[in-house]
């Protein structure tokens, strides 16, 4: 009867509507192996394509040994091509950058991408949704914050109830899965009363704007989102209700209090360093200019010729050494850094942790995307415009952790939300909803839960005090209890 009394919202889907997700759609590429007559990026378009050639993949294998191209001619038009696409401002700033410095780290590339502050992908606002490029969980149903938020007051309680404890997010969006938390927590008056804040760590002042406009109630315009067009971010702002949310560049900026932290595809948006194993060791894949004529893009991979300091910092460890030539590796070590960041907060501070995201429990090869207008895309198209994002390893983050905290899971989303009672969540909806709405949540329910949409391709790891009990869902060989909704009964 937990979630009797929570409020009903609309999910902003429309019954009918297919709107991709980042994971959902990248069915068969996990393997490390590297095909030798393709590029990186070409194994994705052929994976999405169910394995048809990629059209410029024929011959078009990375040389192993490059240097930086520094002539204009790799943007020039050649009779008989079809003309190189439009060089976005950010593929103008990296196309100048590797000219100068030479060939940049994928790293540094999916940065700049992502988040460079003039044009990165997340600098101009709202990309979520039907209008945007893909559409993640908390925007499918309420339902998922809302049980969230329910995992969060049971680990309040099995922390013993601290008297004042902070909701930490980390990559909000559109604020949404935030909402539909505090919502849950506003029914347990203990719960609700005991939050002294919420804390918001995004790197988009246009994103922050649409999480104050959701949270706050602060209306935006158009224009004040749009294109970067301002850079000063906010930093603070009050709801309704009198709670202040704050927004912080980092997670290092948190005050030091108790905190509950989500964080819901946001490690896979961090960037990673790629590397392929040779007969002479490990060398790193960087990003070079593409100078061959036939090619629509402005960038290429090619391998480095010799050891970098990236391959030599991250890749040269014992735990690769059983890769073959051929087998490739990504490895983030952001994600190493902010998961550490997290453990020893909690470590000092106490609290609890959830990270949501696609991935194994195990290093993989292969499967950094780009994904605009929900397809995908190839990875190194129009930078800026293309969201550029990769699988998470789950081990890699519960290793950054060292002693500091008790790690849990993975476990699929599946079994989070069954083991959370998604199914008795779905007949209460069902049982006050409108015809034309129980559509919608059903399908909601399936596309979160189902092993062949989001159920078992996302996974769940959670953070807790050392010693402290098992939290829900991840109790030691629990089985999914799918509660199967009483469909029938509902209608
Ligand atoms: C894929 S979106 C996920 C949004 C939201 N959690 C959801 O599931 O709907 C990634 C989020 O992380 C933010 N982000 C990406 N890289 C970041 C970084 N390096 N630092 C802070 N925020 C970042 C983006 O601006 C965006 O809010």
Redesign the pocket.
């Known amino acids: 009867m937990l979630l009797s009394s929570i409020a009903r919202r609309a999910a902003p889907w429309r019954a009918g509507v297919r709107i991709a997700s ?1 994971a959902a759609v990248l069915p068969s590429i996990r393997t490390t192996r590297f095909f030798s007559h393709q590029k990186d990026s070409d194994l994705k378009e052929a994976a999405a394509h169910n394995d048809k050639p990629p059209r410029d993949s024929v011959g078009s294998r990375s040389p192993p040994a490059q240097t930086a191209q520094t002539s204009e001619s790799a943007t020039s038009e050649a009779p008989n091509h079809p003309p190189k696409e439009e060089l976005t401002p950010l593929a103008k700033h990296i196309r100048d950058s590797i000219k100068i410095q030479g060939p940049m780290s994928v790293a540094h590339f999916m ?1 700049q991408v ?2 460079n502050p003039l044009s990165g992908y ?1 600098m101009k606002g709202d ?2 949704g039907t209008s945007g490029d ?1 559409i ?4 499918i149903s309420q339902m998922f914050g809302e049980l969230l938020g329910i995992w969060f007051l049971v680990q309040w309680q099995n922390i013993g109830k601290p008297s004042k404890v902070q909701l930490v ?6 604020g ?2 935030m909402m539909d938390m505090l919502r849950a927590a506003s029914r347990f008056k203990d719960f609700r009363k005991a939050i002294s804040g919420v804390h918001l ?4 002042p246009g ?1 922050r704007k649409v999480q104050r406009q959701q949270l706050c109630g602060i209306p935006i315009s158009e224009e004040q989102i749009g294109g970067g067009a301002s850079l000063e971010g906010i930093t603070s702002a009050v709801r309704p209700d009198g709670l202040e949310i704050s927004w912080h ?2 997670f290092e900026d948190l005050p030091g209090e108790c905190s509950l932290v989500v ?4 490690f ?3 960037p990673i360093y790629k590397f392929e194993r040779t007969e002479e060791g490990w060398r790193e894949l960087v990003v070079d200019l593409e100078e061959e004529l036939s090619s629509p893009y402005h960038f290429r991979f090619v391998l480095a010729p010799g050891p970098t300091q990236a391959s030599r910092a991250f890749a040269e460890h014992p735990a690769y050494d059983h890769f073959k030539p051929g087998d490739r590796i990504e490895l983030s070590p ?1 994600s190493f850094r902010v998961a550490n960041e997290m453990a020893k907060h909690m470590n000092k501070h106490g609290g609890s942790a959830l990270i949501v995201d696609y991935g194994k429990d195990h290093i993989q090869g292969d499967t950094l995307r780009g994904i605009h207008k929900h397809k995908f895309t190839h990875v190194l198209t129009e930078p800026g415009k293309v ?1 550029l ?1 990769a699988d998470v390893d789950f081990e890699y983050l519960k290793q950054a952790t060292e002693d500091l905290v008790d790690c849990h899971g993975s476990v699929t989303q599946a079994h989070l939300l069954h083991s959370l009672g998604i199914g008795a969540r779905l007949n209460m909806l069902l049982a006050k909803a409108a015809a034309h709405r129980r559509e919608t949540l059903i399908s909601s329910y399936h596309r979160l839960v189902d092993p062949k949409e989001m159920g078992n391709v996302y996974r769940v790891m959670a953070m807790t005090p050392r010693g402290s009990p098992t939290p829900i869902a991840f109790e030691p060989q629990q089985p999914a209890l799918p509660t199967e909704p009483s469909l029938a009964e509902s209608k």
């Open positions: 980042r940065r992502l988040v997340y990309v979520f893909f993640t969980s908390p925007e997010e980390l990559g909000p969006g559109r949404t899965l760590i995004e790197a988009s994103l560049d980092v964080a819901h595809e946001f896979d948006a961090l952001d969201d994002s």
